[in-house]
Every structure is written in structure tokens, then in C-alpha cells.
């Protein structure tokens, strides 16, 4: 059961990411603020939601939040900056977005680089805990897998329709058929040694 408040006195923001681990695509971070009663049965953290599902809380969410804000960093900043500080700005360029400025964000993780003086907590799996972290979670997930859809167009043989820039099995075998393409992050070391980069 996911709790709906860290504390009750001051306003708080659920932030998560989406695709920290993935070989392409950009990293994408949403912040969320819910009102305190807030309540969905199917809300969870996005790994634990089915697909279908995550699309019918996504409208759900943005509707009944009192702000929400998703945004991304691409793969070529990722190579240039590293995974993690690119997880970092996407939420930091999330919470810029917020046309509520919330008194305490609560962080899925267990590292964030400080927002402006705003005080945060870090919780490990709080997207299993906190109803906001777990709303955040269910936008980063669904936005980066809308792009990724978009960007399946353009590469089919890599299946991100499916696998949505994971190293699965297929996704690994198309690299070394086809080498990396635009959206791939380089900086990850996932290509077979005498690979071509087009």
C-alpha cells in the first residue's frame, strides 16, 4: 500500500527516472505534486504496473496532480556529461517546469545532486512506497517509451517497440548486424570490438 505523504506539513514533489540503464534514447525524469488524498488502485511504481495499464494512470495523473512536469536529456548528452549527472538535470530540468514550487522533494534512489535550497530525501525503492515518487515514475516510463515508439520508426531492427533501448537479446544481435545508430549512447560500451558507427 503506498503511502500518499512523507510528512503533512509542507508541500512535496515526487521525482523518478526512466532509462538510466537503457543502450539508446535519452534518460527521462518526471516530477509530480499529488494532493494529499489522492488514490488510484492500480498506481505503483511503473515496474510493477502493466503497460496497459500505465497508459490508463498517465491522464489520471496529469489530471488530478496539482503539477506534474516530465522532461529528458539525450543520449549525446549523456555521453558528454555520464549517466548519472543526465539523471540528475533531467529531474533538475523537470522541477524547473512545475508551476508549483514544492518545499521538499522526494527522490527515488539513493543519490540526487541538491535542487536549488530546496530539502530533499532520498528513498530506495520509493517508488514502491511513496504515491507521488511512484506517480513520477509512471510519467518518466510512459513519456520515454512514447519516444522510443517514435524512434522505432526510423530503426525498426534494433525492437524498441519492444524492448524500448534495453540490451535485450534482440537488441544486442542488431547491434552487431547493423552497428549503433544516432540514438545510441556511445559512451556505454556496447559495441562488439570491429563494429561500424554510421
Known amino acids: 500500500m503506498l503511502l500518499s505523504r512523507y510528512q503533512n506539513i509542507v508541500t512535496e514533489a515526487g521525482l523518478d527516472e526512466a532509462g538510466r540503464g ?108 511513496y504515491a507521488s515518487i511512484a506517480a513520477a515514475s509512471i510519467l518518466a516510463k510512459t513519456y520515454r517509451d512514447e519516444y522510443m515508439q517514435t524512434a522505432h520508426t526510423a530503426f525498426p531492427y534494433y525492437g524498441w517497440d519492444k524492448n524500448k533501448g534495453y540490451g535485450t537479446a534482440q537488441h544486442r544481435k542488431a547491434i552487431e548486424t547493423h552497428g549503433l545508430c544516432q540514438y545510441h549512447r556511445k559512451s556505454f560500451n556496447i559495441l562488439p570490438a570491429q563494429i561500424k558507427i554510421f
Do not use: W
Open 22 to 129: 537503457c543502450y539508446a534514447g535519452p534518460v527521462f525524469a518526471a516530477a509530480v505534486i499529488l494532493p494529499v488524498d489522492f488514490f488510484h488502485p492500480l498506481l505503483n511504481d511503473s515496474k510493477q504496473v502493466k503497460e496497459k495499464e500505465r497508459d490508463l494512470l498517465r491522464p489520471i495523473i496529469e489530471k488530478e496532480s496539482i503539477a506534474f512536469a516530465v522532461a529528458s536529456v539525450d543520449n549525446d548528452e549523456i555521453d558528454s556529461i555520464n549517466i548519472l549527472q543526465a539523471s540528475f538535470k533531467a529531474m533538475h530540468l523537470s522541477l524547473d517546469q512545475l508551476t508549483t514550487t514544492p518545499e521538499l522533494l522526494l527522490i527515488d534512489g539513493n543519490r540526487f545532486k541538491p535542487y536549488k535550497k530546496i530539502a530533499h530525501h532520498c528513498i530506495i525503492k520509493g517508488d514502491g512506497k
